[in-house]
């Protein structure tokens, strides 16, 4: 492809992102179409009737978690990793939502409809029966049911084990059905990226079957989308197949339900949007910055049971609440790792993390670990870029002979472009086009990588060389380092690059390219420069070696003389000369 197209499609594709960012404000009133699932209080005691809320303490490895006892749910949960999982000093709570009837690991009994409830509220408070620093026992009793619920810690790094017991105290059967909830809440600011960055906070919802593994952002729930067959009459999303597990992710960080024991569950998720109602309109809702955002939802919805008088059902389900480190995700449950989205080429990513882990091992450094694998990579690809390279030594040789055609079809780029092609055949000169497709095979490959270090929370809150420069391979660096280290490189890289097309685009290219890598990295994890300055040095490398090579085996000017085709003797004085075109540009070596 010539640099000229490149640049109009570089150009094209900036203003493609700037009017996505910017555009949408430019244009007319907000959409007032809201979601039909009204953000609403669960039914409850009033205020004047409810008991003093109880607090309980669990202490897990690497965790501490609290948890209420209204709706028995969790109010915090702290990571206990001095350092790696803490911010401004305080350990990071992976508990967002404030909402008592948003909280996760909240249990809901009621059925939707039904007169005769096995309990009279959504939301229940609970008594504290019994704790002892490893679990949490709440009991809730009236005249219809007994119901038991014990949290404990498993011994395993993040785990919670919830049992309930549901026991009908009632002469007649009574039908119920379980609900439990992982929840988080992200205001829209705080899931905004930045630059080609995702933001950490960017969350969605998982929901794995045994038929399939649904991964969902805000934009599945859209007010029209709850019109979908895959959406119940309570207004979730139901994917087909038993539940598996379900969970609320976020770049880094994941919540998750396993069902451990009870009838097959239904995994459902939901996303829920929110504002500030009082302040803002529906049209304008965009416009609170402060509290526009979305509670993300994700349910283990178990089938209707209906109990007998005096007997009881047990379910039991297992947390998951904590960060996304692949062998204790593994620990928590077959398939659990599937949380952690490693994008389309995610067979070809699940490799390289492997491989930069045992890298990881060999060196004990994250950073140098990327450096290794870029290396490697770069090295496994080489087949593939070799013929890219050679094309690419050939025609820096020939440029003063496309200088030359450069000038003498300056006003003429149809026949510009043919004598070139000409030339470029006569001396086994791959066309730059189809020098593309080895580069474009490698592209699975890099956009693997890409994604695997951009999900990587072994890199979050982890320095590299001076922690004043790179403080957080998870996080932009510092003094903006690496853009510029990284711009200077890719100009150079571009100065060894061969002439094309026209002297005016290539210059263009030449400042234009470095400055978006210089723009695009001012904000992207540190740890994605260091695989991006390693790759571009590396390209340098193989650059200049190949070309030295090459011209050691090739000593001396391309000999070429490049001159059109003499008119025929015709006779006719009168003709113009011979246009150039098919089978009429000429070159002579």
Known sequence: MERGKIVQWVLIGIAAILFWQFGGSLFGKGNEDVQPNTFYDADRLPDDKRQPEQICTINGPRFEAELSSRGGSLRHLRLTDEGKYSKAGKPIDLVTTSQEWRQPLRTDLRLPGVAKQQTPYDNLDWTLAAQDGKSCTFVYEDASSKLTKVVRETGKPFELEMTLEVKNLSAEPLKHRLTVDQTSWRTTEETKGSLGRISEHMTDVVAATTEKVDRLHADAFEPKDFKDKEFTNELWRRSPGAAKWVAVSSVYFTKAAIPVEGPAAFAETQIEEDWNRAK????????????????????????????????????????????????????????????????????????????????????????????????????????????????????????????????????????????????????????????CIPVLLQMPVWFALYQALQTAVELYHVPFLSARIIPDLSDKGAYFVIPVILGASSFFQQKLMPPQGDPMQQKMMQYMLPGIFVVMMLYLPAGLGVYMLTNTWLGIAQQVAVERYLSRKTQGPAG??????????????????????????????
Do not use: C
């Open 280 to 435: 803002y309109n529906a049209a304008d809702r965009e416009k609170d910055k402060d509290t526009h955002g979305h509670v993300y939802r994700a349910r283990l919805a178990y089938p209707e049971v209906e109990l007998a008088p005096q007997a009881t059902q047990t379910y039991k389900v297992l947390s998951f609440t904590g960060p996304k480190e692949r062998e204790v995700l593994a620990a928590a449950g077959p398939g659990i790792t599937e949380v952690i989205d490693l994008g389309t080429f995610s067979p070809i990513a699940k490799v390289l993390v492997g491989y930069l882990k045992i890298l990881h091992k060999a060196v004990g450094s994250w950073g140098w670990a990327i450096a290794l694998l870029t290396i490697t990579v770069r090295m496994l690809l080489f087949p593939l870029s070799i013929s890219q390279i050679k094309s690419s030594a050939a025609m820096r040789r020939l440029k003063p002979e496309m200088d030359e055609l450069n000038a003498r079809y300056k006003d003429d780029p149809a026949q510009r472009g043919l004598a070139l092609q000409e030339l470029w055949r006569k001396h086994g000169v791959t066309n730059p086009v189809l020098g």
């Open 560 to 589: 070429i003389e490049v001159r059109e085709k003499p008119a025929k003797s015709s006779g006719d004085e009168t003709k113009s000369a011979p246009a150039l075109g098919k089978g009429k540009a000429r070159v002579r070596g």
